[in-house]
């Protein structure tokens, strides 16, 4: 799995901009073949940033949505940016879920 996070610092004034392109891309993003998930949220405290968050089943499903139009208008919003937009990618060999969580709390598999 791939995961892509992209923070924003949009300028004063142009959180909406950015948020309302970021939401209009989640849908169609989701529908892409291959992405696992898309969300948006905002990331407070010192330097606060819109997070743009994509899951992509394979790097090349990921490569191709790179290539597409919408990728272009996420390209385009990160323009609004006060400063660089930060832009990262995962690669994740494994997944974990709430079963670590209940083997940690629970090592010897008591009820």
């Not at 300028?11 to 993003?29: I, N, T, Y």
């Not at 073949?33 to 499903?61: D, F, M, N, Q």
């Amino acid at each position: 799995m791939i995961i892509s996070i992209i923070k924003i610092f949009p300028a004063a004034g142009r959180e909406g901009v950015v948020m309302d392109v970021l939401d209009s891309l989640k849908g169609p993003v989701s529908a892409q073949a291959g992405c696992l998930g898309c969300s948006v949220s905002v990331e407070v405290g010192e330097g606060e940033a819109i997070c743009y968050t994509e899951r992509w089943s394979s790097r090349e499903a990921l490569d191709w949505h790179l290539s597409t139009p919408l990728y272009m208008r996420l390209l385009e919003v990160m323009e609004c940016s006060c400063r660089p937009p930060e832009v990262e990618f995962f690669e994740v060999a494994d997944a974990l879920g709430i079963e670590l969580v209940e083997q940690i709390r629970n090592p010897k598999g008591e009820k």
